[in-house]
């Protein structure tokens, strides 16, 4: 799959292959967005064009055409383009059908997924893959044996010198047994290897794979795209702001002091729910970027602004706290959706991340 296939998507597609040419690729990374705006087809051609060895530059890209892409022509492209490059996995949701009566796993259908997908233009949706297979039940799952399989493919080494990418669509759709079994590799990467996670919906993503992978969200279409473009810009604009009170709030926190935290509750109760909302969507971000940086040893990612503070908070968030605090995070944007009292959820959130805090040694 090449970006220049994917019509309405170019501008996150430029995104996409800025990452890649900065060389700042996150291992594990989740596409989030429905398979018929091009979840999938996104993630696939990010994978080819992180592979592709003949990559292709047009322009900046700032009037909306893309600004670069793989060649279509190399090696790896020719196996990318269809879907068979023996570095590229794919995990699926799965059920037993008239011919795979017991026990199912993406293994037993990787042809006939592949049919799907070219089928449909790497756009099909769940209940058209559903129906490709000829099931009624709709009950499908990413489960133990997929995890076991992801697990022994990523352990050997790339085949053709190139990345490995795993790629798990509907990625909400794996239980917990899978999920947990992945959770090391989500953490502790081999060099070389990019797991991509595709999914239509947060809500029902676990937590424990939420908070090990890069959040890339994929609008509706470029239209949705420019909003979302300008939201971007928006919150570069705010990210100094958050980031200063991200510092000073983490510092109150740790020595839970409550005349100041009392004021700099009522400061953000005071703003709007959705500046409120954007700046616990900032936190909880910036949180997690610290537990990567903390656990997988990833270079900074953020600049908090304080020289201080980016030395040394990461270190605050380790393996045993990361899963409540971003429980809690979830917990209070939720709770300022539905318009509960501002100030309540947010000291109630406040007290929480200082609980963990201390509970960062174990
Ligand atoms: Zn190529």
């Known amino acids: ?24 690729i996150s291992h594990a990374q989740l596409f989030l967005g429905d398979t018929v705006s091009g979840s999938l087809a996104l993630a696939i051609a990010y994978a080819q064009y992180l592979n592709c060895t003949n990559r292709q530059h047009y322009g900046d890209g700032n009037d909306g055409s893309l600004r670069a892409d793989s060649c279509g022509e190399c090696p790896n492209c020719k196996k990318y383009q269809q879907l068979l490059h023996s570095d590229l996995h794919l995990y699926f949701p799965t059920t037993t059908t008239s011919s795979v009566k017991s026990s199912p796993s993406s293994a037993e259908f990787q042809s006939e997924f592949r049919e799907f997908l070219d089928h449909f233009n790497q756009r099909g949706s769940l209940d058209d893959w559903y129906e490709f297979m000829g099931v009624e039940s709709k009950q499908g799952m990413i489960r ?134 954007a700046f616990l969507l900032y936190a909880q971000e910036a949180t997690r970027e610290c537990f990567l940086r903390n656990n997988a040893g990833l270079p900074p990612a953020l600049d908090f602004g304080d020289e201080k503070f980016n030395m040394s908070f990461h270190k605050m968030i380790t393996i045993h706290n990361v899963e409540r605090l971003n429980n809690a995070f979830n917990e209070t944007i939720r709770a300022i959706e539905r318009n509960a009292h501002a100030k309540i959820a947010l000291m109630e959130l406040s007290f929480s991340i200082s609980r963990a805090l201390k509970k960062n040694a174990g």
Do not use: H
């Not at 296939?5 to 990452?19: E, M, P, V």
């Not at 279409?221 to 709030?249: C, H, I, P």
């Open 144 to 277: 133990e044996r997929d995890a076991d399989d992801l697990v022994k493919t990523l352990a050997l080494k790339a085949y053709e010198g190139s990345y490995k990418v795993v790629i798990v669509w509907m990625a909400d759709k794996m239980n917990g047994v899978m999920a947990n079994k992945i959770l090391k590799n989500l953490e502790e990467p081999l060099p070389g290897t990019l797991i991509l996670m595709v999914a239509e919906s947060r809500d029902r993503m676990l937590s424990t794979i939420l908070s090990r992978t890069q959040l890339c969200r994929i609008p509706r279409s470029d239209g949705d795209g420019v909003l979302w473009a300008g939201e971007m810009a928006l919150r570069k604009e705010w990210e100094q702001e958050f980031a200063q009170l991200y510092v000073t709030w983490m510092r109150q926190l740790f020595k839970l002091n409550m005349a100041s935290l009392s004021a700099w509750v009522d400061d953000l109760a005071s703003k709007g729910r959705e500046q409120q909302k």
């Open 1 to 24: 799959m090449q970006f220049k296939d994917i019509k309405g998507q170019y501008i996150i597609a430029n995104s996409l292959t800025k990452i890649i040419d900065s060389g700042r």
